[in-house]
């Protein structure tokens, strides 16, 4: 079993910032892929940012140019540095990874148990 504990979240003014990290534990092979996503009260959860294990990453429009993903594959801890932001990136930020338990195994996906992120002044 693998347990993602997040921790980073809290109440910011726009314009601030704020550094989320998710560390994973437990039994783990290889972390395939990792991701940030949110979900604003009334919404929808979405994909806020994602990184393999190549290091590519992708990220929502909304947050081009203002939130960073990035991993410590020796921590198996992921992280999304938020620069820049606004009232509307209110919402939960759970973290998500994909992952192998042993060489050749199947993959398995687990949820973090969501940080909240208020921006307002």
């Known amino acids: 079993q693998v347990q993602l504990v997040e921790s980073g979240g809290g109440l910011v003014q726009p314009g601030g910032s704020l550094r989320l990290s998710c560390a994973a534990s437990g039994s783990i092979f290889s972390v395939i892929n990792m991701a940030w996503y949110r979900q604003a009260p009334g919404k929808q959860r979405e994909l806020v940012a994602t990184?393999?294990?190549?290091?590519?990453?992708h990220y929502a429009d909304s947050v081009k140019g203002r939130f960073t993903i990035s991993r410590d594959n020796a921590k198996n801890t992921v992280y999304l540095q938020m620069n820049g932001l606004k009232p509307e990136d209110t919402a939960v930020y759970y973290c998500?990874?994909?992952?192998?338990?042993?060489?050749?195994?199947?993959?398995?996906?687990?949820w973090g148990q969501g940080t909240q992120v208020t921006v307002s002044s």
């Open positions: 998500y990874e994909n992952l192998v338990h042993t060489r050749g195994g199947p993959s398995f996906q687990y």
């Open positions: 990184i393999i294990s190549g290091g590519s990453t």
